[in-house]
């Protein structure tokens, strides 16, 4: 017996008479006048299938008992639907299948929240997420989950034509310093001594470089135990590139063409190709972001010049001591209330700045601030031409270090664009931004890499890498997508003097050194070839391509924002015999140090 002969999502006009199997979950069950309506669906699509007790009494009787959820099988024939009944909403909605067979395959009891995608959305995710399994039933899961696939076969597709190969990495490894806590998984037969999770496959794919791999990519779980915001999770994927004898150009090509492939496997289209560029610092004086969303003007806009001999002492201090005066014209938000204006502020102040200055633009042309009367009539003139001032408008000021400055309008200015609603979202704009910092200083001061300590150093800047380490370039690059970081990447250090010296530069003390990177730095020394690669992010790509809100929602079991399982009730205790096996003892509450 074949179970079934065509999904739920196949039939249409064209198989009018047809003899068919379909096998599915009820999704709304309809008594009309004695004839029993079922809504048939599996992840294909939906099918109408009918009852009438003159076909089949006992089918009949069957179908009038099922509920939403059972799973069942039926046996009918195609019919069209009176033209009046027609729905152009469904791929089926021309047909019914009407059935004299059906067979109960499983019972359901009642789901604790609604499978219909809108109605879920109002269910708190802790409930969808224990009970993971029922949330993948929805339409819009299983459409997320097709175009994961879609996506990652688009690439495996493109990177075999690009003559990479696909090599997998070791789960189990050794813990090396690479920004996020290591999870680790202790030893049975090494007692007292640990694997780590990788937190992605850097080391190894560099290795492979040296290995004579050339090309390499591979489709990766990494994990990072760290804490979570809406677009993390502690297990994720990546799409992980490593080239060798290329420098970034090679790198941006062959991305871009992956992106445009993706994208228009998505149904999005191609993007216009080569993909735009800035600077690290071009993206950080524009938009006070490393991850600028060029959907929406509203630019940070230098004005340090205009108020260079300034009677308003604020901006005239933060001038004389190096700082910046900036600004954005939040156009058409002169109106926001004073409740907003606060909130803004208490923004502003945790990027750092000692409060947020602002200009309303009155509907009869008066500027509203307790700052303009201390500004000149030049210094307004000015003001007025450089930001393109006019009725409606709200200055928002930032002055202070240009860090903190840019900081702070940065996150002002994602705000400021989606209360006015410029900000598009069937829009996509793409941006390679290069020539990052080699390095920046820790809460602490101590100098810490911006990406990772692999990162090639720019050749120009090699000599000041002991003299001015915070004024060397890195090799790097990030794509951005509509503010959002898909990737990033650098040219490697395949001089093993210079990776010995980034170490050293890093503070690493000569234990640690070869303890933690010696096998790295004895593979340099035998021909390491220049190379350079990127990771790219699927959860967040496919997020993007979907239109969804968050990470959660394009894959397939995610953890909350406390790392936990609700769904497997992980992590969960073990029992005293598995820690024994691996050499652990719990310390009790009273035996930690705190």
Known sequence: MTMRTHTCGDLTGADKGARVTLCGWVDTVRDHGGIIFIDLRDRYGMTQVIFDPQDSKEAWDLAQSTRGEYVIRVEGTVEPRPADMVNTNLATGEIEVRCNVIDLLNKSRTPPFPLDDDKAKRVHEDLRLTYRYLDIRRPVMQRNLRLRHKILQAVRSYMDAEDFIEVETPILTKSTPEGARDYLVPSRVVPGHFFALPQAPQQYKQLLMMGGIDRYFQIAR???????????????????????FIDAEDIYRVIDGMIAGIMEVSGHGKPELPIARMTYREAMDRFGSDKPDLRFGMELTDLSDIFAETQFKVFANVIGGGGVVKAINAKGLAG????????WTNLAKEAGLGGLAFIRVQEDGNWKSPIVKFFSETEKAALQQRLDIQVGDLILFAADKPAVANEALGRLRLIAGDTAGIIPED?????????????????EGRLQSMHHPFTSPHPDDVGLLETEPEKVRALAYDIVMNGVELGGGSIRIHDPDIQQKMFEVLGLPADEINDRFGHLIKALSFGAPPHGGIALGVDRLVMLMA?????????????????????MDAPSTVDARQLRDVHLELALPDDVEG
């Open 336 to 343: 926001v209330s004073a409740g907003v204006i606060d909130q």
């Open 547 to 567: 239109g969804s809100e968050s990470i959660r929602d394009v894959i397939a079991f995610p953890k909350t924002q406390k790392a936990m399982d609700l769904m």
């Open 222 to 244: 990494c994990f990072r135990d760290e804490d979570l915001r809406a677009d993390r999770q502690p297990e994720f994927t990546q799409i992980d590139v490593e080239m060798s």
């Open 427 to 443: 829009v996509f704009k793409l941006t390679w931004v290069t020539e990052f910092p080699l390095l920046e200083r820790s809460p």
